[in-house]
């Protein structure tokens, strides 16, 4: 009698005694996947089940895998599978394989649907699926290289185990990298040598039979780097080409397997467009030396890249060179895939290369991200978004695309690997699905709830602003009751750890931010008693009130905590969230331990012209500009308006052709960015960007002298191409004049109109910094004000700050 009960709601049938019948001629492949499923069952369970090739005599449970004997209308197509139970004599679970792969994605959804828990092995006593996927490409990219958050301190035997997981999600392509890319060879974790990583992986997924792809960017070779500004004329010369023709014959004739190989029109690498697609051709014969059936792909992804650049690349792939199978849509394209669709021939394929690793400064940011957010957690945090990414998937599945493959730069986008494996696998697959298999599979069926409720929950805490969310507190006492009931093994669990990291983070985060708003209020209700405390006096204890940041910290126990969480992950997978103790490549690169405590109000700004204002001869020359450029300096006076776009009533002003639903990648929509370095003492070095050069020039206008800016300048408003920026306001005096004051900075390619009119001068390269332009009343007789910044030649959009009407 086969022993049942229900688990998680499910009825259940306990398979402990099972073994495991496959056919004395099954084929070498198929052999791995059933093997995978014997060491997989045996990690979670402590239970080996046996590997019989006759069926057991007696009665006892058995997993039946077969490949797929019948066609017909009810079989699974390429890739495809089916799972059956039979409960007659004895209790048989039948996987059925179309082919290699099909084996292998049955075994992973079955381990998905098991419940394994020490000497206990269960399975829904009831199962039927026919499933066949839905693209025919479904992968990741895993470059071990030393600019990633993990994968350059990881072994072989965590890649191995890595490429396992996601394929029994129904990933079957693995991108790769050189060993020379738009970063150094190796790196202080990076302990093999970069070939051999990429010789293993290619190893790996042939035992699995996945797809190895190589991202291979034109960046030039250890000796003879070429940057991506570089010169055409160099990288195109015999000798430089050889160089390069040589690299590529090397490693390509060192790989086991190379299925495809992608080239990134930019981002990193520079060529010409003519040039590239030429280059490209003499690779194409490079690798097809090696490897015959070999792909080549490219894409039109550049910073900025001109129209002239564009035309000739789509011109050299109208002509469907003989070597081109396809065009990849990436991160800062100009094109939305409708319209790349429509640019590239049909018998061209077209594959997407998500950005599913960053939060900021991207493909798909998250959408009016909190500024405080945006500069602790920066660029590369863990970042769950698994409602966001089934979304953004679905968005554009019906694009006559052939499936996608994601940009990855480490552990930190684990949850989203596995959710968009899952809608590749089949778009209608409930996000919710995806992430109870995940919690089963990867942490115990007794967390599968909590931890599928929780990464929904860790993504809703980005919703609004911070400072008024319910969810963040309620997202820590959730993670927080799993903590306390996880054994040592969930404890260690690097997936359960990333989570409980982000929940504690957040949370500190939000009553930092709290904290540090109202020792800030205080601190300006004492400068506006200088005229009777004296203003040294004045800034002395408002700069002792705003040090209470230090003096007074609160919650620090939630701060350990994350440290302790933070040194664990790297212990048991690599993961570099500080610069000095993990030795991660930057702050954006997934060291956003490093911003935890990063100043959530203008304190820096504050004890900067403090020291300035200090040094001032006279007692009325440091009340005026205590009062001028600190106190007032965002009053708008009587009748005026101020906006700081971070603010929510002051983005609700914005104009937003298209929702987030309906532009996730903001092609065609303006959005807000964040720039969080600009806070950091960078502004004092020597660097000669025109950004950095005028925002130093606006802080001396402020304050000679000055070098921090103040908080409202980390978040501005943008566009990142064509789109127009359209600011509205109402009710204004029409009989009234007003000066229009702007910070923030767009270049001559970028005009503004008021009202319909240019305010700006063409001439001029830059504008914006605390520029001002009046209004008459002749120019809002309705007592209605539009500003439009215009991107005339759908390049680089503005930065806009802060925006003051100010009444005269």
Known sequence: ????????????????????????????????????????????????????????????????????????????????????????????????????????????????????????????????????????????????????????????????????????????????????????????????????????????CDSMDLDVWIWYPNMGSEDNWYPASGNDEEFMKPDYLKLQLDERDEIFGSMKRVDHVFVPGGDPGALGAQDLFDFMAMQAEVLHKHHPHAQLWVSPQAFNPTDEWLNVFFENVRKEPEWLSGVVFGPWEKHSLPELRQLVPERIAIRSYPDITHSLSCQYPVPNWDTAFAMTLSRECINPRPVAQKHIHNSTKDDGIVGSLSYSEGINDDVNKFVWSGQDWNPETPVLDTLKEFARLFIGPQFEAGVSQGLLALERNFDGPIATSHQIPVTLQQWKAMEAIADEKVQNNYRFEQGLLRAYYDAYIQRRWIHEAELESKARDILAQAPSLGTLQAMELAEEMLDKKETEPVCAEYKLKCDDLADRLFEHIGAQLTVERHKAIGVIRGAFMDGIDLPLNDMAFLKDAFAIIRQLPTEQERLNALNDKIIHRTNPGIGGIYDNFALNHSISRVEHIHSWADDPGYLKTPLLRHNPAILQKALATSSTSTYTRLIKETLDRILPGLSSPPLAWVTYLNSYYSAPIKVTYTDLDPYASYVVKVMGLWGGRVRMLVNGKYADDTDVKYRGLLDEYPITPDQIPDGRLEIVWVNEESGVGPYINELWIIKQ
């Open 1 to 204: 009698m086969n022993q049942q009960q229900v688990c998680n709601g499910v009825q259940v049938t306990d398979i402990s005694s099972a073994s495991i019948y496959i056919s004395a001629s099954m084929p070498a492949r198929g052999r791995t996947a059933v093997n995978i499923l014997v060491e997989e069952i045996e990690k979670r369970t402590g239970i080996r089940l046996p590997v019989l090739d006759t069926p057991p005599a007696d009665t006892r449970p058995v997993i039946a895998v077969h490949y797929l004997t019948e066609q017909g209308q009810n079989a699974p197509g390429p890739e495809g599978f089916r799972i059956s139970t039979e409960s007659r004599e004895r209790f048989t679970i039948t996987v059925e394989g179309a082919d290699d792969r099909g084996v292998l994605y049955g075994v992973g959804k079955l381990l998905r649907l098991m419940y394994m828990t020490e000497s206990h092995l269960q399975a829904p006593s009831s199962i039927s699926l026919c499933e066949t996927p839905h693209f025919p490409l479904r992968g990741h990219q895993l470059g071990y290289r030393p600019k990633t958050n993990a994968y350059d301190a990881w072994t072989p035997e965590i890649y191995s185990q890595y490429i396992r997981e996601l394929a029994l999600f129904g990933a079957n392509s693995i991108e790769i990298m050189p060993p020379i890319t738009d970063d150094d060879r190796t790196g202080p974790l990076m302990i093999y040598d970069p070939l051999f990583m990429m010789q293993h992986v290619s190893e790996v």
